[in-house]
Each structure stands twice: as C-alpha cells, then as structure tokens.
C-alpha cells in the first residue's frame, strides 16, 4: 500500500464517536496535523451528546454529529460521501465506525485499540502494556512519522464562569463522579476531604454532569461554605468554572481530561483501571493515586457496577487523610 503523504492531502475525516475524555485526547492529533500542514481541512465526525467538546475546536474545519438513535444516518452518510475524503482516521474503530467508512470507500487508518493485550491484563495479570504510550500519542501513531507537539488537551469555551466563584479565594474542584462504581472514590470520603480542605480555608468547588447531580448535592449539604457546580451536562459552562481552580481532585473519569485543559494541578484517584491503560492525565501537572497493593487490579479495562471481589479495597484503603496530605503538598510545590 502507498504510503500516506498528509502534505499531498486536502481534506481528512477524523472519527471518534464517544466518550468525552476520549474525544479530548484527539486533540492534540488535530492541533499537530493542522498545524504542520495547513493546507488540509479537517472534518470531525462525533456523537451527538459530545458535541460540546470540539464545537468551538479552532483546527476543525466542519463537526459532524453522528445520532446513536438514528442507526441509517442517511442523510449524514450521503453528506459525508460528497465530500470525497483523501484520508479517514479512525479513532472509534468499532462496528458503527466502521460502517461509516465503508460507505465513504476511502482509505482509512485506524486506531489500534490493544483489545488482545487489555484483555490479557484483565484476565491474567498478563502485562504487555507496560511501555504502551498515552493515547493521545498512541492516536497520532496511526499515521507514519507523525510527532505530536508538547501541548496539551484543548477544550476551548466561551462562557463566563459562575458569579458565585470568587477568583481571590484559592478553588479546590472535586469531581466525585465517573460513569462505573469501581471508579467512583466513596463520597463520604469526598465529604472527609472537602472539609478538611474547608477547614484549612480552601474554597470547595463540586463538579459533575447530570448523572452526578445527587451526589454532588450530596456532598455539598455536607460541607458548609462549598459551591455547587454541577449541571446538566453543560460541558462548556463547567470548563469556564474550572479555568478558576488552583487544584482538582477527581476520579478516572471525563472531567479528569476537562480539568487537564486548564491550568489547574490535578490528582487524580484510580480504582479499578490502572495507567497502562493510557487513559492518565496528558501533559498536565499532575498526581496519580492508587492502590498497587492489590493483585485484582485491573478488574475491567472499563469499570464494573460492582466490585467483583466485593472489598473495594482499590478504593476504600485510599484514605481521606492521604489525599489531603497530597493535596497540600502538591498545592505548596
């Protein structure tokens, strides 16, 4: 097969349906390729409810909205093919991707999900992704000789942020969300730690979508003087909230990648996954805490609605006192 010249290309389609913190990680791709050859249109072709995160993506030349409802996407595959794409990059790489670019018959590259290999550390504690790179730099590998620029996660928003947040105090974000049980660090653990950190005159600051509503309402009746800032699903509006603290402090999950585009420091608590995933802070000032412990980790390369041992150790020996003790150190650095 030739081999892909991107500076003989004019117009690529980069693929990547779900979820938010994946679709942050492309950006670096994006911003490098455009940036070393400005001559290419780049298309983005997203599910709908992500939208947000690549709206205001300067380096984008036309977003696409993929619908999970409308299994044709008729009218979207048509528009699609009449733009006669050079090159398909596809990040997503499953069945609705590939349907995608079936239908376009344009040369594609896609994205090695190391399926096999996270697989094997799951199952058998099998490790051959020891050296595996981030995935922001394991997306870029998908074309030859492509090196990626040292910045970081873009996530650009015009929204002012809350009028309750006061710029003087120093913020502390807790984002005691993630979509999976074995991801989610207890929220009495989250209360332990707002109020300590409330105590010591830090600003607390909670964060969360709409599935993390309860909880953060939750926590925030249990620590006085926190401000709550989570919404409905209002991706632009809590990346304007963030850009204000010093520190987050959050799980495995999407606002871990949304708090690494500010320039707030980060720790981040992992449970069930582990860093060889690839899916760590990118280019940020940051911590990772976990527990190495254990030899049930990882239980899933995605999380579970339980833990399958059913003593949580990952995360319950992750105490409150150790993350304050972090958290005060890093914020002195």
């Not at 994006?30 to 070393?36: A, C, F, G, V």
């Not at 942020?161 to 991801?183: M, Y």
Request: proline share 5%; aromatic share 8%.
């Amino acid at each position: 097969m030739t081999p892909i010249k991107l500076s003989e290309l004019h117009r690529i389609l980069v693929i990547r349906l779900s979820s938010l913190g994946d679709i942050l990680l492309t950006t670096p791709l994006i911003r490098t390729i455009k940036n070393q050859f400005p001559v290419i249109k780049i298309d983005f072709l997203v599910r709908t409810e992500y939208a947000d995160a690549l709206k205001l993506n300067p380096h984008l030349n036309k977003l696409y909205l993929f619908s999970k409802e409308d299994d044709k996407n008729s009218s979207l595959l048509s528009e699609l093919k009449q733009n006669n794409y050079d090159l398909i990059i596809d990040l997503q790489n499953n069945l609705r991707s590939r349907k995608v670019t079936n239908h376009l018959s344009t040369r594609v590259l896609r994205f090695d999900k190391k399926s096999f290999d996270k697989f094997l550390l799951v199952q058998f504690k099998i490790n051959r992704l020891k050296s595996s790179p981030q995935i922001p730099v394991r997306y870029a590998s998908v074309i030859p000789d492509l090196i990626l620029d040292e910045n970081g996660l873009e996530l650009i928003t015009d929204k002012e942020p809350d009028s309750r947040i006061d710029d003087k105090k120093i913020n502390i974000g807790l984002c005691p969300g993630a979509r999976h049980f074995t991801k989610r660090w207890p929220a009495e653990y989250y209360i332990e730690l707002g109020n300590k950190l409330s105590e010591n005159n830090f600003r607390i600051l909670l964060f969360g979508g709409k599935s993390d509503r309860l909880l953060c309402k939750k926590i925030n009746e249990a620590i006085p003087g926190s401000i709550d800032l989570s919404n409905n699903d209002e991706l632009l509006q809590t990346a304007a909230d963030m850009k204000l603290c010093s520190l987050v402090v959050c799980n495995d999950s999407g606002l871990m990648h949304v708090a690494t585009t500010t320039s707030a420091k980060v720790i981040t608590i992992f449970g069930s996954s582990v860093r060889e995933f690839g899916f760590t802070p990118y280019r940020s000032n940051n911590i990772i805490l976990e527990n190495k412990s254990l030899n049930c980790r990882p239980c899933s390369h995605i999380g579970k609605d339980h833990c399958p041992k059913k003593h949580f150790k990952c995360m319950l020996e992750i105490k409150p006192d150790l993350v304050f003790k972090t958290a005060i150190e890093f914020l002195e650095k």
